[in-house]
T-cell receptor, first 113, second 116 residues
Framework: DQQVKQNSPSLSVQEGRISILNCDYTNSMFDYFLWYKKYPAEGPTFLISISSIKDKNEDGRFTVFLNKSAKHLSLHIVPSQPGDSAVYFCAASARNQGGKLIFGQGTELSVKP | DSGVTQTPKHLITATGQRVTLRCSPRSGDLSVYWYQQSLDQGLQFLIQYYNGEERAKGNILERFSAQQFPDLHSELNLSSLELGDSALYFC???????????????FGSGTRLTVV
């Protein structure tokens, strides 16, 4: 049962344009939603998060949007830079279900100069 | 450097063998989590320990086991290895025993296991 899904395995964007990465979930009990970024040969690193009581959180070039009614999460990167090229994982957790992070399959973002 | 240390970085072993992966959590973190990432798969949760005790279990095979020691480092033991066990194994740590927070976990750089 895949509770967190990233349906796009890859995304290619031109430098300077917006990158939009999407994530869908099925568990309405999730309290926190997080995005992680992963470079080859490294572990995932935390990027940005949002709690279920908010619908938007911004940190510099990164903004996460949460649509609870649609059970949909998205990450916007504006403007995209070549250094943003990496695999992005969305993850979610529910405090009353043990709190462990459930990850999506990842989307590989390629930002071309 | 995330502060979470995993050894070894690479491991090549034969089918049927047993290996031990080691993880030292970030200083001050009491929870350790193990995840498996196979080809084209997301990060699959295996098991969590908090302050030496098993806290949560995911899709961990019976051939796999883990423990957390008094100094808080953790070991993941994989036995009777099969070709399909080839994967990246990540360890992560957090302060919060429940794990659910805005900060999430801090991950190590992983151990790449290849079973031949």
């Amino acid at each position: 049962d895949q509770q967190v899904k990233q349906n796009s395995p890859s995304l290619s964007v031109q430098e300077g344009r917006i990158s939009i990465l999407n994530c869908d979930y099925t568990n309405s009990m999730f309290d926190y939603f997080l995005w992680y970024k992963k470079y080859p040969a490294e572990g995932p690193t935390f990027l940005i998060s949002i709690s279920s009581i908010k619908d938007k959180n911004e940190d510099g070039r990164f903004t996460v949007f949460l649509n609870k009614s649609a059970k949909h999460l998205s990450l916007h990167i504006v403007p995209s830079q070549p250094g943003d090229s990496a695999v992005y994982f969305c993850a979610a957790s529910a405090r009353n279900q043990g709190g462990k992070l459930i990850f999506g399959q990842g989307t590989e973002l390629s930002v071309k100069p | 450097d995330s502060g979470v240390t995993q050894t070894p970085k690479h491991l090549i072993t034969a089918t049927g063998q047993r290996v031990t992966l080691r993880c030292s959590p970030r200083s001050g973190d009491l929870s350790v989590y193990w995840y498996q990432q196979s080809l084209d798969q997301g990060l699959q949760f295996l098991i969590q320990y908090y302050n030496g005790e098993e806290r949560a279990k995911g899709n961990i095979l019976e051939r796999f086991s883990a423990q957390q020691f008094p100094d808080l480092h953790s070991e993941l033991n994989l036995s009777s290895l099969e070709l399909g066990d080839s994967a990246l194994y990540f360890c992560a740590s957090s302060v919060d025993p429940g794990g659910a927070s805005m900060e999430g976990y801090t991950f190590g750089s992983g151990t790449r296991l290849t079973v031949v």
